[in-house]
């Protein structure tokens, strides 16, 4: 079954370290990928997507996730990570980008950062 | 510019209402969607639309109704609410496929007792 798995349900960092948040996917084509970003009490915000080209994307927010096909992987990496960047956040895939049903989520990852 | 606008944002049925949540955009988005967010199950959708007067089933439409008289609205009925309803609940909307991503509203944080 097509499934988006990110490993980590709760991450810690300080601030101004770097971060990394994993993402993998089990689909056997090249699939649509996003990654979403949701503030405590708030609605998911796009922060980038991956369709075809480069590999590596850049976001907002000063995010960018790498796609490695060989992995089936979209990681979203950070340098240098705020205090505001504490949040939940979604990696999401889709074969069809047409198809609003075909969108699968992650369970999410729990980024808190310390001071 | 309002982007996707829940009302409520918080409320509290007894087993057995019926309720409506509301969902409005002003983007001229094709694409309409809702879903729901529980712990530990992530993002589930309930039911879309791909424009007014169409409108599909999502992974978990039991007990939700939809309909699309417009571009701008699309209301999610809770025809008789349940325990297992208690959510949070989000509207989403995109133009034509997901080529520019969704734009989600704020959440409506609903309990069922």
């Known amino acids: 079954a097509q499934s988006v798995t990110q490993p980590d349900i709760h991450i810690t960092v300080s601030e101004g370290a770097s971060l990394e948040l994993r993402c993998n996917y089990s689909?056997?084509?090249?699939?649509?990928l996003f990654w979403y970003v949701q503030s405590p009490g708030q609605g998911l915000q796009l922060l980038l997507k991956?369709?075809?080209?480069d590999t590596l994307v850049q976001g907002i927010k000063g995010f960018e996730a790498e796609f490695k096909r060989s992995q089936s992987s979209f990681n979203l990496r950070k340098p240098s990570v705020h205090w505001s960047d504490a949040a939940e956040y979604f990696c999401?895939?889709?074969?069809?980008?047409?198809?609003?049903?075909?969108?699968?989520w992650g369970l999410g990852t729990s980024l808190a950062v310390n001071p | 510019n309002a982007g996707v606008t829940q009302t409520p944002k918080f409320q509290v049925l007894k087993t057995g209402q019926s309720m409506t949540l509301q969902c409005a955009q002003d983007m001229n988005h094709e694409y309409m969607s809702w879903y729901r967010q529980d712990p530990g199950m992530g993002l589930r959708l309930i039911h879309y639309?791909?424009?007014?007067?169409?409108?599909d089933q999502g992974e978990v439409p039991n007990g939700y109704n939809v309909s699309r008289s417009t571009t701008e609205d699309f209301p999610l009925r809770l025809l008789s609410a349940a325990p297992s309803q208690t959510s949070v609940y989000f509207c989403?909307?995109?133009?034509?496929?997901?080529?520019?991503?969704?734009?989600f509203g704020s959440g409506t944080r609903l309990t069922v007792v």
């Open positions: 999401a895939v889709a074969l069809d980008a047409g198809n609003n049903r075909k969108l699968i």
């Open positions: 639309s791909v424009g007014a007067g169409i409108t």
């Open positions: 989403a909307s995109n133009y034509r496929g997901l080529n520019y991503g969704y734009t």
């Open positions: 991956y369709f075809s080209g």
């Open positions: 689909y056997g084509a090249t699939p649509y």
